[in-house]
Structures are given as structure tokens and as C-alpha cells.
């Protein structure tokens, strides 16, 4: 298959649609101004929107065929990052020289590089929606010109301001319909026009915010390639290549460059966000007034100087993207993580805002954008409920008593499809074909995940609370008595089985082919996944409720007696430990950098991942913090009353919030569970809740 026509048929295909689009809106007009008849209107209307089908219908056809071969590029894309971390390894243990080893990186990369381009390429053509967004897409690239940053932000402006125009056009017709000095034909038609001009407005609006969120994404790459090398200097110090000293200033170097992006995506974020001139003059003055600020804070010994002229923000605007520009031009080679061996006793404030993404229990990545989000609908099934499971385009809901629901993302339909009669406390498992629920009376049961009924159902000894977790169609199951399994799915098989001093309901993580279990005394154990041998084990002597985290070598474990743990997980040592002063109930969340945890009181803690540093927290408000979730740059944190939105680049001591939500219909029991850009809230009187946004952001 030749996908190279494929993709240029689709640019084709967008270019028609969006012309037969444009033509329609036009003949619309044409309609309301009475330059044509109806008659004309209807037979032009019926031909355009049978082209608009067959376009649509030949675009899903194609962007098909293109979606099967981006997953190709994708694995393929994988298999080359894998080599060239294997090339660096045998380079680093001597297997290969380094002259040897540069080479065939270089080569390796040469085809990254060249598979990368066909990856944008394509998934350009398979998620854009029209021409216009296509060529946005295509535009985007790492070194983008200051002048055309500039005359997008200009082009913002403007359309903010005509759309304000039309806004007051139409507030005005109105006002004088009602006071009888417009006639009710002029009114209609006026009110068309303006009403067909503002959606034109809008649709620019949104092809430009599309654009900056590309922009964004582009820096988030950005700041990626250097929070990924952070180990590897690390690495280097520790296996003598690289002086010490020199390692650590090449550390701090690419912590303040990574500090800065994430300044700077906070900056495009809320410009993005502007509705109005006046609120993105606003922006913009208020950067102005911070830079002004930290130079002065930077520069104490000068007087102020007699301002000679006003500063216009459209000259500050180029100044911010002069210096976005910079940064993106003068990358520097990713840094290391800062040194584990010193470990504070007193956690310190650092001002350093953090992007996370994508924990483990997070069922998707979907960018909850900080928008004002409302409960909008509240369903009761009776019962106490699991944590959702998202399949395809619905929920599948497990009550205490096993009863297994089928249901819509939007709630309007809920069917009790099934029940395995028996009572359950953990989450399900959804594992490609199957689902996967685990009872009280050690009973691990297999339901067909398409129609939810039984495939097979495997007896273990022990209650089984803790969640089941899989990985290549084995899944493992910790029971409460100690016992831990592991147990082939297809085969109906249990592989192997060991007894441990004492059980638990913490879920297990699996690394690689270790499998990682902690106890209710907080024993940690380290096994062999393929064998079921036990590797090292390390003894915390604290109760443990909670699920421990995995992330980027280290597990994040928190204990009833209020300490955070951070275990290496390969020896299985004490990297650091602090204490919040509460215990911890349940699981952290880990990831780009920083693990956020959650205690009793209430209270919501980001703590790095390299060292003690405080980088901010949050009181909730109610005790209890029942779970934390993470969607791109958005914290979700419930308690028994509240769901709080916490922003993540929050530059303070203490985090900024996006919006809460008082939850009235019940106590809340469960992590928020994001599914599709919605969440759902689970409550112990059995209610299931769904938080949407507006359609404006707040």
C-alpha cells in the first residue's frame, strides 16, 4: 500500500471539504440577503451536503488506512529509541568503544529523525479536521521565526476585538428592537449577519488557539528531552565519566532552563485563555509587571529608573517571544538528576512550577484545561461502587455486591447486565479482552469484556482486596492471607504461587520482569516475575495501606504513620523519607519530576522526586485525601466532601486553584476517575457523579 498517496489524498479531501463547507455558508447568506430563491437554496444545499458526505465518508476511509500505518512508524520508532540506549550501555560497560558507539547512534538517529518527520506528517492528516487546521499542523516546528509568533499573537488580538465588536453590535440590536426603533425584518437580518460574521470570528479564534496548543506541546518536548537525560548525567558521575562538580553545574544549568518553559507555558496558557482584548491586555501587562519585578529583585543596588516612555504590550509581546525563541534555538544536551546522597532532614520551599502526566492509575491523558466544571449529572445504583473501568465508549461499574453494570459516558443509560453474586472490595482490571474481578471469598473471576459474560473463574486462598494488575496476559493476584499468585488468563493457568509472612491490599507493581509487593507491616519484596523467586525485600516496620508508585527507578510508598517513602528499586534502599505529620491512605502519584501525596488531614503535598524540596501544597479543606489524579497540567484531588482542580504550574508556595467542587450528593470513596476529558465522582451510598466543563473557560 502506497501511503504516501494516501496521505496526499487526504489533503485533497480536506481542501474539497472545506471549500463545500465555505460554499454552504455562503449560500446561506445568499438566502437571507433574498439573492436567490429558496428553490436555488435547497437543490444547491442538497448537492453540497451530498459531496460533504462522500468526502467524509472517503476521509474516515483513508485516515483508517493511515491510522494502522502510524502504529507501524510508532513500534518502529520504539525498537530504534530501545537500540540506542542498549548502544549506550555496552558503550558505558566497555562491550563497544565510544567512537564505535557514536557512529552507530548516529545512524540510528538519522532514521529517528527521518521516521519522525512521516509521524508528523500523518498525524497531521489524521486528526485534522479541516485544511486549515492541517496546515497549522504542519507548520508547527521546533524553530519557528519571531515574526510570525508575533503576527499570530497580533492576529489573536485583532479577532478578540472584532469579536467584542460583533458582541456589542448584536447587544445593541437587541436593545433597540426592544425599544421599537428596529422592525422585526431589519432585526432578523441584521441579527443573521452579525450572528454568521461572529461564528466566522470564532472559527479563527479556535484555528489560533489550536495553534498554541501545538506550540505548547512543542515545548513540553522541549522540556521532555531534558527532564529525560536528568539520570543519565547522574549515570555518568557516578561511573566516573564526567567530573562531579562539572555534572552538578551542568544540572542546575537545565533545572533553571527547565523552570523557565514551564514559566513560559504558563504564559501561552493563559493567553490562550484570554475572551476578551481587555483580559489579554491584562495577561500581558501582569508579565510585564513580574519581569519587572524579578529585575529588580535581581538587580537591588539600582535605583529605579524615570520611565521615559510607556512600554506597550505589543512590544513586550515580542520580547516574550524573542526569548521563547531563544530558548528553542539554543537547546542544550539533556542534564541529571541532582545527587541522592544528600538528603535534607527539613523539606525546603523551591519556586519550581512542574508538569506531570499519565500516573498509573489515571485511566487516560485527556487535557482537562482548567475551565469552570460542573456536576452535571448524579445517578444511583444503591450500592457501594468500585472505581470505574473506561471500555470503548462506555463504563463498566462493579458494585459491592458484584453486580456488573454497563453504562454510557454521559450516564443517561445504565444497565445491570450480570452479577457474580458475591462481595467485592477492590477495583476491576480491565486487560484488553477481558475483565478481571477479584471477591471477598478469594474468588478471581474472567468476564468477556464485550458482553460481560463469565469466560472462567480461578479460586485463590485469602480475600482478595488489592487490585490485580497484568502484564503480557499473566495477571498477579495479593491476597490478604499472604498468598501471591501468578495466573495465565488464556490458559486458565496458575503459573506460580508463594506464601508471604503477611498479606495486604496494596496493588503490586510490575518493572520490567520484577514484580514488586508491599505488605500490611511494610515489608516490600522483590520478585522475579517469570519465576516467582523472591529477589531482596526491605522491612519499613510501618502499616501500609496504600498502593506504592513507580517512577523512573524509585517506588513512592506512604504509610500510616505519615511518611513518604522513596525505595531504589533495584537494591531496594532508602533513597529519602519524609513526614507529613498524617498517615497516608493512599496511593501517590508520580511523574515529571515530582510525586504528589495526599495524608488524612486533608492536606495535598508535591515533594520532588530527586531530593526533600517542598515544591508546594494544598489544604483540601476536609480530611481525608481519597486520591489524586493527574490529566496534563491539572491535579484533581478528592476528599470525602470536596473535588479540588489544582493548577501544576502553580510558581508559589502554595498550589493555585482552578476551580472545587462541593460534592452534595454523598461521601465520596474513591480516586476521580478521568475518562474522555470527564470525570467521575463514586460515593459509598452507591452514586455515581459526572463532572463536566462549560463551554467557557471560568
Known amino acids: 500500500m502506497n501511503h504516501s498517496n494516501t496521505f496526499h489524498r487526504i489533503q485533497e479531501l480536506l481542501k474539497e471539504k472545506e471549500k463545500y463547507t465555505k460554499s454552504l455558508k455562503n449560500l446561506d447568506l445568499l438566502k437571507e440577503k433574498g439573492e436567490i430563491t429558496l428553490r436555488q437554496h435547497e437543490e444547491l444545499k442538497a448537492d453540497y451536503m451530498r459531496k460533504l458526505e462522500d468526502i467524509e465518508e472517503a476521509l474516515n476511509s483513508l485516515k483508517k488506512e493511515l491510522k494502522e500505518e502510524l502504529s507501524k512508524l510508532r513500534r518502529e520508532k520504539e525498537k530504534l529509541d530501545e537500540q540506542i540506549r542498549k548502544t549506550e550501555i555496552r558503550a558505558l560497560i566497555g562491550e563497544i568503544s565510544e567512537e564505535k558507539a557514536k557512529n552507530q547512534m548516529a545512524r540510528l538517529q538519522r532514521k529517528i529523525d527521518s521516521l519522525e518527520k512521516k509521524l508528523h506528517l500523518y498525524e497531521a492528516a489524521v486528526v485534522s479536521g479541516s485544511y486549515s487546521e492541517f496546515q497549522a499542523r504542519l507548520e508547527r516546528k521546533i524553530h519557528k521565526k519571531d515574526e510570525k509568533q508575533?503576527?499570530?499573537?497580533?492576529?489573536?488580538?485583532?479577532?478578540?476585538?472584532?469579536?467584542?465588536?460583533?458582541?456589542?453590535?448584536?447587544?445593541?440590536?437587541?436593545?433597540?428592537?426592544?425599544?421599537?426603533?428596529?422592525?422585526?425584518?431589519?432585526?432578523?437580518?441584521?441579527?443573521?449577519?452579525?450572528?454568521f460574521k461572529l461564528e466566522e470570528i470564532i472559527d479563527q479564534i479556535e484555528s489560533i488557539r489550536r495553534e498554541i496548543e501545538l506550540y505548547i506541546a512543542e515545548i513540553k518536548v522541549e522540556k521532555e528531552h531534558l527532564e529525560n537525560g536528568i539520570e543519565e548525567v547522574e549515570v555518568r558521575i557516578k561511573v566516573g565519566e564526567i567530573d562531579e562538580k562539572e555534572g552538578r553545574e551542568t544540572i542546575e544549568r537545565h533545572i533553571k532552563q527547565i523552570k523557565t518553559l514551564d514559566q513560559h507555558i504558563f504564559k501561552l496558557m493563559k493567553i490562550m485563555r484570554a475572551n476578551s482584548p481587555s483580559q489579554l491586555e491584562s495577561i500581558i501587562e501582569e508579565e510585564k509587571e513580574e519581569t519587572?519585578?524579578?529585575?529588580?529583585?535581581?538587580?537591588?543596588?539600582?535605583?529605579?529608573?524615570?520611565?521615559?516612555f510607556k512600554v506597550s504590550y505589543v512590544t513586550f509581546a515580542i520580547l516574550i517571544i524573542l526569548l521563547i525563541g531563544y530558548l528553542m534555538k539554543n537547546r542544550f544536551l539533556p542534564g541529571g538528576s541532582l545527587n541522592s546522597g544528600s538528603v535534607q532532614n527539613e523539606p525546603s520551599f523551591r519556586l519550581y512550577p512542574m508538569y506531570l502526566l499519565n500516573p498509573v492509575h489515571l485511566a487516560d491523558t485527556s487535557n482537562l484545561l482548567p475551565y469552570e466544571y460542573t456536576i452535571k449529572t448524579v445517578k444511583s445504583?444503591?450500592?457501594?461502587?468500585?472505581?470505574?473501568?473506561?471500555?470503548?465508549?462506555?463504563?463498566?461499574?462493579?458494585?459491592?455486591?458484584?453486580?456488573?453494570?454497563?453504562?454510557?459516558?454521559?450516564?443517561?443509560?445504565?444497565?445491570?447486565?450480570d452479577s457474580i453474586n458475591s462481595f467485592v472490595d477492590c477495583d476491576p482490571l480491565y486487560i484488553g479482552p477481558y475483565i478481571i474481578i477479584g471477591d471477598l471469598e478469594g474468588n478471581l473471576f474472567v468476564l468477556n469484556s464485550h458482553n460481560l459474560k463469565l469466560k472462567e473463574r480461578l479460586k485463590v486462598e485469602g480475600a482478595i482486596t488489592a487490585q490485580p494488575v497484568s502484564m503480557d496476559g499473566i495477571v498477579y493476584i495479593f491476597t490478604e492471607s499472604g498468598n501471591l499468585y501468578s495466573y495465565d488468563v488464556e490458559k486458565d493457568s496458575v503459573l506460580w504461587n508463594v506464601k508471604l509472612e503477611n498479606g495486604g491490599r496494596a496493588t503490586p507493581v510490575i518493572s520490567g520482569k520484577y514484580l514488586y509487593v508491599l505488605d500490611m507491616t511494610g515489608t516490600l519484596y522483590k520478585f522475579n516475575r517469570e519465576r516467582g523467586t523472591r529477589e531482596l525485600q526491605i522491612d519499613l516496620n510501618?502499616?501500609?495501606?496504600?498502593?506504592?508508585?513507580?517512577?523512573?527507578?524509585?517506588?513512592?510508598?506512604?504509610?500510616?504513620k505519615g511518611n513518604l517513602y522513596a525505595i531504589t528499586m533495584d537494591?531496594?534502599?532508602?533513597?529519602?523519607?519524609?513526614?507529613?505529620?498524617?498517615?497516608?491512605?493512599?496511593?501517590?502519584?508520580?511523574?515529571?519530576?515530582?510525586?504528589?501525596?495526599?495524608?488524612?488531614?486533608?492536606?495535598?503535598?508535591?515533594?520532588?522526586?530527586?531530593?526533600?524540596?517542598?515544591?508546594?501544597?494544598?489544604?483540601t479543606g476536609a480530611p481525608n485525601v481519597l486520591g489524586i489524579s493527574i490529566s496534563d497540567s491539572v491535579v484533581l484531588v478528592a476528599n470525602t466532601e470536596n473535588l479540588v482542580a489544582l493548577n501544576l504550574y502553580t510558581t508559589g508556595n502554595i498550589a493555585e486553584t482552578l476551580w472545587k467542587r462541593k460534592i452534595q450528593s454523598g461521601v465520596v470513596s474513591k480516586p476521580p476517575f478521568v475518562y474522555r476529558g470527564k470525570i467521575y465522582i463514586v460515593t459509598v451510598d452507591g452514586k455515581i457523579i459526572l463532572i463536566t466543563p462549560r463551554q467557557e473557560p471560568s
Open 150 to 195: 508575533l503576527k499570530r499573537l497580533k492576529s489573536f488580538k485583532q479577532l478578540l476585538e472584532e469579536k467584542e465588536k460583533q458582541d456589542n453590535s448584536l447587544k445593541k440590536l437587541e436593545e433597540l428592537y426592544k425599544q421599537g426603533e428596529v422592525n422585526k425584518k431589519e432585526y432578523e437580518n441584521l441579527k443573521r449577519e452579525y450572528l
Open 542 to 560: 510501618e502499616p501500609c495501606e496504600a498502593s506504592p508508585v513507580a517512577y523512573k527507578g524509585k517506588l513512592f510508598i506512604g504509610t500510616l
Open 381 to 417: 445504583l444503591g450500592q457501594r461502587l468500585m472505581l470505574p473501568l473506561g471500555v470503548d465508549d462506555r463504563l463498566i461499574l462493579v458494585d459491592e455486591k458484584g453486580n456488573i453494570y454497563s453504562s454510557t459516558e454521559l450516564l443517561d443509560s445504565i444497565a445491570l447486565m
Open 292 to 308: 519587572e519585578e524579578k529585575q529588580e529583585r535581581i538587580e537591588p543596588k539600582y535605583p529605579p529608573r524615570k520611565k521615559r
Open 571 to 619: 537494591s531496594l534502599k532508602v533513597f529519602y523519607k519524609i513526614n507529613v505529620n498524617s498517615p497516608i491512605r493512599t496511593a501517590p502519584a508520580a511523574d515529571k519530576g515530582a510525586v504528589i501525596v495526599g495524608d488524612f488531614g486533608g492536606t495535598c503535598y508535591a515533594y520532588s522526586t530527586l531530593d526533600t524540596t517542598l515544591l508546594w501544597l494544598y489544604n
